[in-house]
Nanobody, 120 residues
């Protein structure tokens, strides 16, 4: 069972930047996919970014509203996935959850979430 711990959430002004980290309890080298979801108050949890391992290549995917502003990356040596968020907007305010899916058809593991608040 993979345990995930997120960090890096904070209060930031519009236009600011944050980097979220997701530390895994075991090696992520062979984990098929990791990524981030978010949930704003009163809304459903929605996917933000995914990074999937394809051998020597990582494949990334982003929701349209964050393309060009957010970047997902993974450091296998540190067992950590990052989400660099730039040009933050008010609508990015949410609890951000990290997930890991060891194989294409396996259970998805979730972290406890980290709060990102974008406010004037």
């Amino acid at each position: 069972q993979v345990q995930l711990v997120e960090s890096g959430g904070d209060l930031v002004q519009p236009g600011g930047s944050l980097r979220l980290s997701c530390a895994a309890s075991e090696s992520i080298f062979s984990i098929y996919a990791m990524g981030w979801y978010r949930q704003a108050p009163g809304k459903q949890r929605e996917p933000v970014a995914t990074i999937a391992s394809g051998g020597s290549t990582n494949y990334t995917n982003y929701r349209d509203s964050v393309k060009g502003r957010f970047t997902i990356s993974r450091d296998n040596a540190k067992n950590t996935v990052y989400l660099q968020m730039n040009s933050l907007k008010l609508e990015d305010t949410a609890v951000y959850y990290c997930y890991a899916r060891p194989t294409l058809h396996s259970t998805t593991y979730w972290g406890q979430g980290t709060q990102v608040t974008v406010s004037l």
